[in-house]
Structures are given as C-alpha cells and as structure tokens.
C-alpha cells in the first residue's frame, strides 16, 4: 500500500536501471486522480548519464510507473534503450522527454 509518507520520500531518490545504469533524481509524480494511482515519475538526467545521452538536450523524462520495478533507497526501473527493447527494457519512445 502507498501511503502518503512513502510519496513524499521519493523526491530526490536516484533512479537506476535495472542494468545498472544511473538515470537521475525523481523531481516530480504524476497522479491519476480518478483512480488514486501513481501514473509517472518525473526524472531529471544527470549530465553525464545514459539518459541524457540518449535524449539530448532535453531535462528530463517522465517515466510511467509500471516502468517502476522497485522502490526502497533508491529507484529501479526497466533499462531503456534508443533501439528496438528486449524483453525486460523500454523504448525512448516509451517515455515523454521534457
């Protein structure tokens, strides 16, 4: 169950593949307030990460939550991929770049 305290304590966490890769920091969640659900979260790309070179000069993404794979100290979501994904990865196609 999530509850408010666990939100709260998700800004600022640093995301991560599950390959590895380090993303950036969670900077906002998107909510579906019709259904009481978690819709996406917000990255903002470290410079020098995977990420931003995978999306050029864009800030950030917003990655939907059933990317999300595990929640704790840090984020862990589907490794992603510029090219056609295994199974296990996403597409950049898959997340809107802001």
Known sequence: MVTIKNIAEMFDKDVFTNKGYYL??????EFDLSRYRLRSVVVETSRDSE???????KRGVIIPYPVVQAVGDIVIIKHIVASKPEEGEISTEEVEKV
């Open 24 to 29: 950036g920091k969670v900077k906002d969640l």
């Open 51 to 57: 990420l931003a070179k995978l999306i050029g000069g």
